[in-house]
T-cell receptor, first 115, second 113 residues
Framework: ETGVTQTPRHLVMGMTNKKSLKCEQH?????MYWYKQSAKKPLELMFV???????ENNSVPSRFSPECPNSSHLFLHLHTLQPEDSALYLC??????????????FGPGTRLLVL | DQQVKQNSPSLSVQEGRISILNCDYT??????FLWYKKYPAEGPTFLIS?????DKNEDGRFTVFLNKSAKHLSLHIVPSQPGDSAVYFC????????????FGEGTQLTVNP
């Protein structure tokens, strides 16, 4: 499989649940990103990993916990979420964090609903 | 503070006509701008970009214009095709920020046959 894949594609969870979103890239990239897109709002950058090291954390609440075990995989662990966390969560990767922005490739996203 | 704004949430155009999507920004440190296109159930894909030292970049049916003094850019699609129907995102990159992008809210373009 090529490109950036995300699982699951859809997720419904209660506020007390713990779940994880998975992202995998098959492009040999060194940087990976988590974005959140809420309805009628811009894509918001949440986290950036470069060479498996977190380089950005944009004031994201601790109920979101990223993990990058290797350069091909990125997880977003979710616990005790709120209904306002319902959104589309997009993963992206790029050749390098400091490289040309056109190299950022997105996955299809996980549509999350928190009840 | 939203640094990139796309004030039109939607735009409807007849096939064969020109589509013009607009984007305004506030951050004078942006040195690179990009347009992404997103179909339902897919992630955004890169469409076209422009450096802040240029005022126009063209790629086939797609042209991006940049007006730095007005902090405004636009994407022109001509002729528009039904397959162009998608959400279009404008994004800016602060200088020396590599791949880090700031996105607008997106504009839903519908091209009617």
């Amino acid at each position: 499989e090529t490109g950036v894949t995300q699982t699951p594609r859809h997720l419904v969870m209660g506020m007390t649940n713990k779940k994880s979103l998975k992202c995998e890239q098959h492009l040999g990239h060194n940087a990976m990103y988590w974005y959140k897109q809420s309805a009628k709002k811009p894509l918001e950058l949440m986290f950036v990993y470069s060479l498996e090291e977190r380089v950005e954390n944009n004031s994201v609440p601790s109920r979101f916990s990223p993990e990058c075990p290797n350069s091909s995989h990125l997880f977003l662990h979710l616990h005790t979420l709120q209904p306002e966390d319902s959104a589309l969560y997009l993963c992206a990767s790029s050749q390098d964090y400091t490289g040309a922005p056109e190299t950022q490739y997105f996955g299809p996203g996980t549509r999350l609903l928190v009840l | 503070d939203q640094q990139v704004k796309q004030n039109s949430p939607s735009l409807s155009v007849q096939e064969g006509r020109i589509s013009i999507l607009n984007c305004d920004y506030t951050n004078s440190m942006f040195d690179y701008f990009l347009w992404y296109k997103k179909y339902p159930a897919e992630g955004p894909t890169f469409l076209i970009s422009i450096s802040s030292i240029k005022d126009k970049n063209e790629d086939g049916r797609f042209t991006v214009f940049l007006n730095k003094s007005a902090k405004h850019l636009s994407l022109h699609i001509v002729p528009s095709q039904p397959g162009d129907s998608a959400v279009y995102f404008c994004a800016g990159r602060p200088e020396t920020s590599g791949s880090r992008l700031t996105f607008g809210e997106g504009t839903q373009l519908t091209v009617n046959p």
